[in-house]
């Protein structure tokens, strides 16, 4: 929804228990993957750990890497490398919060 508003009570936020998943309509090299979590007094470390990988139909998934919580900080950038792929896979062992995910392509060389 392009909302980064990491506010739960404004509903730019969703609760994934285990993965969350996006589909690119293209195989693309991913740069870079930002996640945006909550700003708001709760539950903010649930996105430390979160792994996030890149996965091109049926291969196996790449890791690009994996969140680590800071304090006061709702902006995650995961360096991805230019990993090719055509969906953006976010995972954790428990419930996490996730407010935007936002998905870069590698420059053309």
């Known amino acids: 929804d392009l909302n980064i508003d990491g506010r739960f009570s404004r509903n730019s936020c969703a609760n994934p228990i285990g993965w969350w998943k996006a589909h690119?309509?293209?195989?693309?090299?991913i740069s870079q993957v930002i996640i945006?979590?909550?700003?708001?007094?709760?539950?903010?470390?649930r996105i430390n750990g979160a792994k996030v990988t890149i996965q091109e139909g049926s291969k196996s998934?790449?890791?690009c890497g994996?969140?680590?919580y800071t304090p006061g900080t709702s902006q995650y950038v995961i360096s991805c490398g230019?990993?090719?792929?055509?969906?953006?896979?976010?995972?954790?062992?428990k419930q996490f919060?996730?407010?935007?995910v936002e998905v870069f392509d590698a420059p053309e060389k």
Do not use: A, F, W
């Open 24 to 29: 690119l309509t293209k195989v693309s090299k």
């Open 61 to 63: 998934p790449q890791l």
């Open 97 to 100: 919060v996730l407010c935007e």
């Open 66 to 68: 994996h969140v680590k």
């Open 36 to 45: 945006y979590g909550r700003t708001d007094t709760c539950c903010m470390d």
């Open 82 to 93: 230019g990993l090719s792929g055509n969906t953006i896979i976010i995972s954790h062992h």
